[in-house]
């Protein structure tokens, strides 16, 4: 995501929670529009703030920071790694819904948790391409949801709407829209990768059982 930001003539500013130095190589390799920082200073850097954590660390993400910010939250749910969560195994909330919570004064937009990171660096294409892909959002916040599909056009991507975060649920892990459209074959992490236009997700995601 970072190096498609940067390819769109975006500033990146990224953090991982073992310190700045850490991303040194990988700074240097995006140029000049990207820097390392804590997870703090990256939070208050943001206009638009990414959270890519295993869901069971959700509540180390800094809340002050985030204040009045759009949040996009790629995380999903996995109990073999995050442990058994009550209010998810019975579908309480959603894991979005988690997040928002954690963040009661940031705007949280689900985006990005349904394509493999190589498809996704591999399907971007400009605007009006005939095999431009679209990715799924769900959020509570119509001008949320709006600057982050604004961003989804800027880095490749078309948009559908999937509602609120209550149905966040429709593009987690083992549903119809969870890496399988954009790839050639299953499984999707060993195939290479193919688009997935408007429809194909729209239909994937109101196929989506709980």
Do not use: C
Not at 43 to 55: C, E, R, S
Not at 101 to 111: F, G, N, Q
């Amino acid at each position: 995501m970072a190096r498609l930001a940067v390819d769109a003539g975006l500033d990146v500013v990224l953090s991982n929670s073992r310190g700045p130095e850490t991303l040194a190589d990988l700074v240097r390799e995006l140029g000049a529009r990207a820097r390392a920082a804590t997870a703090a200073d990256a939070a208050a850097a943001g206009d638009i703030v990414v959270v890519t954590v295993p869901l069971k660390n959700y509540r180390q993400v800094p809340v002050e920071p985030l204040a009045g910010k759009i949040v996009i939250d790629t995380n999903n749910y996995a109990p073999a790694r995050d442990g058994n969560i009550p209010e998810l195994d019975t579908g309480e909330v959603t894991s979005s819904e988690l997040l928002q919570r954690h963040l009661p004064t940031s705007k949280v937009v689900k985006a990005f948790n349904n394509i493999l990171f190589s498809h996704l660096a591999a399907l971007a294409r400009p605007a009006g391409s005939g095999d431009r892909s679209a990715l799924p959002i769900a959020g509570d916040d119509t001008e949320a949801k709006t600057a982050v599909a604004q961003l989804l056009d800027a880095l490749g991507y078309d948009t559908v709407d999937a509602g609120p975060l209550r149905e966040g649920w429709r593009s987690e892990v083992n549903t119809p829209v969870y890496g399988t459209p954009y790839a050639v074959g299953d499984p999707f992490w060993e195939h290479d990768p193919a688009p997935a236009p408007v429809e194909t997700i729209r239909t994937a995601l109101a196929a989506a059982q709980r």
